[in-house]
């Protein structure tokens, strides 16, 4: 079946910033600054994303996109 879309992963972000009340994020530094404030907020173990070093490649970026997706569903519920 494989991994969600990009489209999809965008899609499920926004209905999840909706439902929390938060402004969906235009710029990537915003994401990244929404992203690090709730997991901050929910005591998330994970370190912030900026300490994690990038991966590259087609395959890292569908990683990452399910990665994404997964906290958000998982900070959101």
């Known amino acids: 079946m ?3 879309t990009v489209r999809q992963v965008y899609a499920l972000a926004a209905a ?3 439902r929390a009340g938060e402004e969906f ?3 990537r530094e915003a ?3 929404t992203i690090e404030r709730l ?3 929910n005591g998330h173990p994970a ?3 900026h300490d994690i070093p990038p991966r590259r490649g087609k395959r890292a970026k569908r990683d990452l996109h399910s990665r ?3 906290a958000l ?5």
């Open 2 to 4: 494989g991994s969600p």
């Open 16 to 18: 999840l910033c909706e």
């Open 25 to 27: 994020p235009e710029t």
């Open 31 to 33: 994401a990244s600054e």
């Open 39 to 41: 997991r901050i907020e």
């Open 47 to 49: 370190p912030r994303l």
């Open 68 to 70: 994404v997706a997964q």
């Open 73 to 77: 569903a998982d900070e959101m519920s």
